[in-house]
């Protein structure tokens, strides 16, 4: 698979707390970042996402006293899982993991940042109809097929890879550039969603140098 001038690759939350030591640690978190070094030079564009919560946020547990991480609960828009806190603004576990060398980023696309909305997906926030802007970017910007890595892949790959699509995007998830949390309880899941939503799964050895900007 040859990559284009209106391919982008959108780097997924590869945050410190989604790595081992983190507050929400993916397993292998950290594993993703030599895939995403060896990919993004085959890359035009560069972007990333940060997840970017207040204190406090609806989405932790901690902020309902009597519930536990990975709990479910009801909000407003639907049921939501419980996290540890993790990635509060400003905090060194918000912060990319510091062997992240991608420089050349375009954009970095906060989410997650409404108290009262989580935001799995870089597109849309979980109540599926307060966008993130992100569509309207990429479109603006002529892009035309987006490629995917990073964390986690059962949770912002897995929606954010569903929404590209649903936007009219060619979206492509690079497999071994993405670690799960929880993969043995949702593999075959994400597996029928991307293929129900014509979404691809490729792997970092698949992808071959751009051709020249015209
Ligand atoms: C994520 C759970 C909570 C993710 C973010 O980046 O996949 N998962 N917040
Ligand atoms: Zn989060």
């Known amino acids: ?16 707390d989604f790595c081992p030591g983190g507050a929400l640690a993916v397993p292998e978190g950290d594993a993703v970042i030599p895939v995403i070094h060896r990919v993004a030079p085959l890359f035009h ?4 996402t940060q997840d970017w919560h207040p204190e406090g946020h609806t989405s ?15 909000l407003s828009y639907g049921p939501q899982t419980l996290w540890p806190d993790h990635c509060i603004q400003g905090t060194p576990g918000a ?3 510091p062997a992240l060398h991608l420089p050349q980023a375009e954009l970095i696309l906060r989410k997650g940042f409404r108290p009262h909305v989580d935001s799995y997906s870089a597109f849309f926030e979980n109540d599926h109809t307060t966008p993130t802007g992100l569509d309207g970017y990429l479109r603006e910007r002529g892009f035309r097929r987006v490629f995917l890595a990073g964390l986690a892949y059962d949770y912002c790959v897995h929606y954010s890879a569903i929404d590209a699509r649903r936007a ?5 998830v690079l497999r071994d550039g993405c670690r799960a949390i929880d993969l043995a309880a949702s593999e ?9 939503a014509g979404v691809l799964e490729s792997t970092s050895g698949q992808l071959s140098r751009p051709t020249p900007e015209p």
């Open 95 to 97: 912060e990319f993991h």
């Open 45 to 48: 564009h560069v972007i990333l």
């Open 168 to 172: 009219g995007f060619e979206t492509v």
């Open 60 to 74: 932790f547990a901690s902020s309902y006293g009597t519930r536990k991480p990975f709990e479910q609960v009801e």
């Open 1 to 16: 698979m040859q990559t284009t001038p209106h391919d982008v690759l959108l780097v997924v939350d590869v945050q410190n």
């Open 188 to 196: 075959a899941r994400i597996r029928a969603d991307f293929a129900e």
